[in-house]
């Protein structure tokens, strides 16, 4: 199965609702272009699992909206867990590192009752990535999985 870039989502101020995109802009500075969150370095966009948020529906047994989660990104057909971190991710012509778990907090439960606890296990929250080179996604692009390994031995060989 390839992944794909299903979803793309950013807010212009901490609190503000989540406004959905057909394409965006990355960079290594912003994150995305006129999101929020995207000044933090190892922070500048966040992914979420279709497959994740499916399943934390399922437990709610609620059909909730994916960017209720307010991640940045929605992918299919990849499910996030501790060995991804170092992980780089290419979508479209923009590289991506995952630096760490995306922690929910107490904003989910304000969204909707029980979600953060959902999201807790299993890293169903999605994961933080920092830019490694900037550019353009839009929905539908690729999403490859790249290892730390890889990209060395591309480098070296």
Request: charged fraction near 20%; charge should be negative.
């Given at each position: 199965m390839s992944s794909v870039l299903k979803g793309i989502a950013i807010r212009d101020s901490s609190r503000a609702p989540m406004q959905q995109l057909e394409?965006?802009?990355v960079s290594m500075q912003q994150g995305i272009v006129g999101d929020a969150r995207g000044g933090s370095r190892k922070r500048q966009v966040t992914i979420?699992?279709?497959q994740d948020w499916t399943a934390v529906c399922e437990e709610l047994k609620?059909?909730?909206h994916w960017s209720l989660r307010r991640a940045n990104f929605?992918?299919?057909?990849?499910?996030f867990s501790k060995q991804w971190v170092g992980t780089q991710l290419s979508i479209g012509e923009v590289l991506l590192q995952i630096t760490r778990e995306t922690n929910p907090c107490k904003r989910m439960d304000e969204a909707y009752p029980g979600l953060r606890h959902a999201l807790k296990s299993d890293w169903r929250g999605g994961v933080c990535t920092k830019v490694i080179a900037p550019g353009r996604v839009k929905l539908g692009d690729p999403v490859l999985v790249l290892s730390l390994e890889s990209q060395k031995k591309k480098l070296f060989f």
């Open positions: 394409y965006a802009d979420l699992s279709e609620a059909p909730l929605l992918i299919s057909d990849i499910q």
